[in-house]
């Protein structure tokens, strides 16, 4: 099995920074692209960065300038360096990952999320 572990949310306010990690576990292969989400109350859940085996990243538009996505390979982890957050960051923050498995089976799979919260 592979699993993925968050950690780093929390209340913060306006004008900070946090970090999150997410770290994959389990019979692992190879991890290719690696991403994290979000999902406000009553929203969609939208990509906020990602990051392929290759470090080529992507950001949305309403983060770039403000956060950073990187990876450890060695640790199979991906890391997000959220600063200057805003109200509008509240959410809940989901890893994803694409990782083949030990049996070359190839899955999207998804962390638990975890919270974070900007105060005013």
């Known amino acids: 099995q592979v699993r993925l572990v968050e950690s780093g949310g929390g209340l913060v306010q306006s004008g900070g920074s946090l970090r999150l990690s997410c770290a994959a576990s389990?019979?692992?292969?190879?991890?290719?692209?690696m991403g994290w989400y979000r999902q406000a109350p009553g929203k969609q859940r939208e990509l906020v960065a990602q990051?392929?085996?290759?470090?080529?990243?992507t950001y949305a538009d309403s983060v770039k300038g403000r956060f950073t996505i990187s990876r450890d390979n060695r640790k199979s982890t991906v890391y997000l360096q959220m600063n200057n957050l805003k109200p509008d960051d509240s959410a809940v923050y989901y890893c994803?990952?694409?990782?083949?498995?030990?049996?070359?089976?190839?899955?999207?799979?998804w962390g638990q999320g975890t919270q974070v919260t900007v105060s005013s």
């Open positions: 994803n990952a694409d990782i083949r498995n030990t049996q070359r089976v190839t899955t999207s799979y």
């Open positions: 389990g019979n692992i292969l190879n991890v290719y692209t």
């Open positions: 990051i392929t085996s290759d470090t080529r990243t």
